[in-house]
């Protein structure tokens, strides 16, 4: 029996190669392999010594000839292959072990294009595609976390089981596929190619999904930055499916603001966000929003934890809190709840595309990165410039409520949210009643009707924002008009379902 070995990762290889070495398997190897286990002392056979060729164009080409593949992909119960390879001296293959050259690593390196080429590999997936198509014959592997079940299954005389081989062949067109389609979208940089491949490695297999009968796992970019890829988790139980959601939806609310931030998220939904001077100052005001939805919920900050936060945060229920630091103290406070999942974020939101599921397909769309087109006073009222900070903070919070969504706002704190209802006048309803006193109302598409400007003014609204672009605009200005209300659009509507 032959065991053609080519890694590029050599963890565990010369143990595994000394193990079927032990066992009577013959070693080929290639380039730097071959010298590794020559330095461990394990037997070996360079591969040119089978092709009877040296490798050529700098170690493109050493393992792509008949002498390899005709070994790797005959078929022993084939009598007509098995009198071909025997006529052309060519030996059959039994174990390909190999992984590929680190293209999801060095993609993401301050390389040249030219350097990043060079690391697409030709050879290793050939040979590995090879021997997973013939997984009856051939055990092929590619992740050296599975060296250990072969050497615990493998009988005396060199079988595993069907089982294992087709496992094992599995995981190499998982990983081919992985990386084809990591080169793809390299090469083609277009967000809607003819064939949608996508590139994520498995982070994790979660506990359940939304519900506790559904399954779920996390997965990753196999390259690339990204906030919920990079994040660290420094205390607490392990990360839920919702967990997980519910923090990229906090986080990038905070990321879009300067200032010191805080927002409070549940079910998917921002129920309390806020500017202050500090932190301790933004989660009170944050707090305040909805001091009752916040029990059992999410809390982002876009700057540095204290401990007078930290004590604060830790007189209620909270999830998760995620920032991207904390003083030392702060840690000491939060480390001694331990459910509480303290996560250190990294990277700010990065993404350009985001992806949802139907039935049978997905959808994919650019990432709604802008805020408004221009600020267009539609009113005999201008908004004063208090009113029109205000309306911005409320449009940057409104962009991740669900629509329906309108948003009251306070001193920079969205204390009236309402979100997800079919029609807007329910929703302009239910933030109006829960936010009391707010002078400010912000929605994320335009009013069908003028039933929520005259809703606004029973609740002494004082300035509306909003995109514009209904067929009854004038209704809502004449109304606005009535009432001595201001109203700017903005020209950019923000749906979110």
Same mark, same amino acid.
């Given at each position: ?11 565990? @290889? ?27 002392? @394990?037997? !070996? !056979? ?21 002498? @390899? ?37 060095? $993609? ?22 090879? *021997? ?71 982070? *994790? ?68 966000? *806020? ?16 001091? $009752? ?62 992806? @949802?599921? !139907? ?7 650019? $990432? ?59 929703? =302009?309803?239910? *933030? ?23 809703? =606004? ?41």
């Amino acid at each position: 029996m032959r065991a053609l070995v080519s890694t590029f990762y050599k963890d565990g @290889i010369d143990e595994f190669c000394k193990f079927l070495s032990d066992r009577g398997v013959e070693i080929i190897s290639t380039g730097g392999t071959y010298k590794f286990l020559l330095e461990k002392g @394990i037997p !070996v !056979v360079e591969v040119k010594e089978i092709t009877g060729f040296d490798e050529i164009l700098d170690g493109r080409v050493k393992t792509l000839h008949p002498n @390899i593949h005709g070994g790797i992909l005959a078929i022993r119960d084939n009598e007509e292959h098995m009198n071909t390879i025997k006529e052309r001296g060519i030996g059959t293959i039994d174990f390909v072990v190999v992984n590929l050259y680190p293209f999801f690593e060095k $993609v993401q390196e301050d390389l040249s294009f030219e350097e990043k080429i060079e690391f697409i590999d030709i050879g290793g997936p050939s040979m590995l595609r090879a *021997a997973a198509k013939n997984f009856r014959d051939v055990v092929v592997l590619c992740d050296y976390n599975d060296y250990e079940i072969v050497m615990k299954e493998i009988d005396e005389k060199g079988n595993v089981s069907f089982e294992t081989r087709k496992y094992l062949a599995g995981k190499v067109f998982n990983l081919t596929s992985s990386y084809d389609a990591a080169i793809s979208n390299f090469l083609l940089d277009n967000p809607y190619p003819e064939y949608l491949s996508l590139s994520y490695k498995k982070e *994790a297999e979660l506990r359940y999904g939304e519900n506790p009968h559904q399954t779920a796992a996390f997965y990753v970019k196999a390259f690339g930055e990204g906030a919920m890829k990079d994040f660290e988790k420094l205390s607490g139980k392990e990360l839920s499916y919702n967990n997980i959601k519910d923090m990229d939806v906090a986080w990038k609310v905070v990321c879009e603001f300067d200032e010191t931030a805080c927002c409070a998220v549940k079910h998917n939904t921002p129920c309390g966000v *806020a500017i202050g001077e500090n932190t301790y100052d933004a989660f009170l005001k944050t707090f305040e929003c909805d001091p $009752v939805s916040i029990f059992g919920g999410i809390v982002a900050f876009n700057k540095r934890v204290d401990k007078d936060t930290a004590q604060k945060m830790a007189e209620i229920f909270l999830e998760v809190i995620i920032a991207p630091e904390y003083d030392e103290d702060a840690l000491n406070v939060l480390f001694q709840k331990k459910n509480l999942r303290v996560i250190k974020a990294n990277v700010k939101p990065v993404d350009k595309y985001e992806i @949802i599921s !139907v039935d049978g397909g997905i959808l994919i769309q650019s $990432v709604d990165d802008k805020l408004i087109d221009d600020l267009n006073v539609v009113t005999e009222k201008e908004p004063s410039r208090e009113e029109i900070d205000e309306m911005l903070f409320g449009m940057k919070v409104v962009k991740y409520v669900k629509s329906n969504a309108i948003v009251v706002v306070k001193d920079k704190k969205a204390v009236g949210i309402a979100s997800g209802q079919v029609n807007r006048i329910w929703a =302009a309803c239910q *933030a109006l009643e829960r936010g009391k006193g707010a002078a400010v109302l912000v929605s994320d598409a335009f009013f069908p009707f003028s039933d929520v400007v005259e809703e =606004a003014a029973k609740n002494n609204i004082k300035a509306i924002m909003q995109p514009g672009g209904s067929l009854k605009d004038k209704d809502s200005i004449e109304a606005c008009n009535k009432h001595g209300i201001s109203m700017v659009f903005t020209g950019v509507r923000h749906f979110k379902h």
